[in-house]
């Protein structure tokens, strides 16, 4: 079992940069692909970035791609998104998640659903004002 706690989410102004940390309590960690999500009410939770892996490989949405960055820190367990350029937009709850099968061919198509994955943090609230 593995447990996972996100933190850093506040509330900024439009423009500014952010970086949100998950923390990773089991066995496996650097086996697994570790992904970041976000849900706004009333809206599907939708993917926003993974690093499989062992960081072999890392994948964005088209919305986040070239501000946001995920890295992985597999000696601390932690996983780590760093935000810049933040819009209006990206205000949303922000889950960390943990899929055990690691690395795919499937690329993103495998990775940006949802279903995929086996482990869910609790989420932290990103806050983007204008």
């Known amino acids: 079992q593995v447990e996972l706690v996100e933190s850093g989410g506040e509330l900024v102004q439009a423009g500014a940069s952010l970086r949100l940390s998950c923390a990773a309590s089991?066995?496996?960690?650097?086996?697994?692909?570790m992904a970041w999500f976000r849900q706004v009410p009333g809206k599907e939770r939708e993917f926003v970035a993974v690093v499989t892996r062992q960081g072999l490989s890392t994948y964005y949405a088209d919305s986040v791609k070239g501000r946001f960055t995920i890295s992985r820190n597999d000696v601390k367990d932690m996983v780590y998104l760093q935000m810049s350029a933040l819009k209006v937009e990206d205000t949303a709850v922000y889950y960390c998640?943990?899929?055990?099968?690691?690395?795919?061919?499937?690329?993103?198509?495998?990775?940006?659903?949802?279903?995929?994955?086996?482990?869910w943090g609790q989420g932290t609230q990103v806050t983007v004002s204008s």
């Open positions: 089991g066995r496996g960690f650097s086996n697994y692909a």
């Open positions: 998640a943990g899929n055990r099968v690691g690395a795919s061919l499937g690329g993103q198509d495998y990775f940006s659903q949802k279903e995929k994955y086996d482990y």
